[in-house]
């Protein structure tokens, strides 16, 4: 359940703000970002109450990595497989294109 927080003083925030600290300041640092992303407050109060940098908060709050989806994905990987890996991204494209007559080009 959560509690409403406009029943609390301004002392009893401070107080539960200092408990929280106090748990979290032996956590790794790893641990702390992670917690840190979830939090929906400024990158610069949640390093403070972390102890961690700003920069490593705001990093870790705005990298995400997009992984970008080809259309031929299963062709290709399909491809790779059937060829047992011995083949690289310039055989493989010619393999592909000889194939299944579909031109992928080689840094794809």
Avoid: M
């Amino acid at each position: 359940i959560e509690p409403d927080w406009n029943e609390f003083t301004k002392e009893e925030l401070i107080e539960i703000a200092k408990r929280y600290y106090e748990t979290n300041k032996n956590k790794l640092k790893s641990e702390k970002l992670s917690e840190a992303k979830t939090l929906n407050i400024p990158y610069s109060k949640s390093a403070k109450i972390f102890n961690v940098c700003r920069q490593s908060v705001a990093k870790s709050k705005t990298r995400v990595i997009k992984v970008k989806e080809h259309k031929n994905d299963a062709i290709i990987k399909k491809s790779f497989l059937d060829n047992k890996g011995r083949y690289g991204r310039l055989r493989l494209s010619a393999y592909i294109y000889i194939k299944y007559n579909i031109y992928i080009h080689p840094r794809t």
